[in-house]
């Protein structure tokens, strides 16, 4: 059975309109029973950024653990290793909570998810995709899209990491109180639902 990674970054948990969205979306690839799903929840997590000596740990660590087997990199190989990807975060600060990036940098790890040498960089991921699903309180898709730097982020890093396909999905102007709420969750899900059938 295929893996499936789920990055839950939903901060406010159960009341999180992210969270929401993305149980869905799980519910509808569930039921086609192609996935084993790993649940992440990043908020369960004890995450530490790189700085002082945990970054020196790792360091360390790349030189004496040359095969990348202790329990410093399950981060990386949890994700190296799933056939698919979808993160839940909501906007944060232009893009996504700062626990996300934390974990990300856990995940990007030489020999694991990338391989860097003197010809370049190359992606080491197997999966050939990743679902990005995310809710905003104002409306970045016209004029102010450029404010909104999920998407270029993640899109990049999967390019990175040699993830072939990055998708975002959003649930815009939520607290701008133009449309009902439930109205533009249901339109995110509604595109949801399309994913989940071929994801």
């Known amino acids: 059975m295929k893996k499936l990674l789920y990055v839950d970054c939903c901060i406010r948990r159960e009341e999180s309109r992210t969270k929401r969205l993305a149980e869905s979306f799980l519910k509808q690839v569930e039921a086609r029973g192609e996935y084993e799903i790993e649940r992440l929840t990043l908020m369960d997590e004890n ?4 700085m002082e000596g945990f970054f020196a740990q790792r360091q360390e660590l790349l030189v004496t653990d040359p095969e990348r087997k202790g329990p ?71 004029e102010d899209e450029y404010l909104e730097q999920a998407f270029p982020y993640l899109e990049s890093f999967c390019q990175y990491v040699g993830i072939e396909r990055f998708r975002g999905v959003s649930a815009d102007g939520l607290d701008l109180g133009l449309e009902p709420v439930d109205e533009l969750l249901a339109r995110a899900e509604a595109e949801l639902t399309e994913i989940a059938k071929e994801f």
């Open 47 to 50: 995450l530490a950024c790189l």
């Open 72 to 142: 410093r990199f399950r981060y990386a190989h949890g994700f190296a290793e799933a056939d698919r990807i979808v993160i839940a975060a909501p906007f944060w600060d232009l893009s996504f909570p700062a626990l996300l990036k934390i974990y990300i940098e856990n995940v990007n790890v030489d020999g694991i998810t990338f391989r860097c040498d003197e010809t370049g960089v190359y992606g080491l991921c197997k999966a050939k995709e990743l679902l990005y699903i995310t809710t905003r309180g104002a409306d970045f898709t016209g």
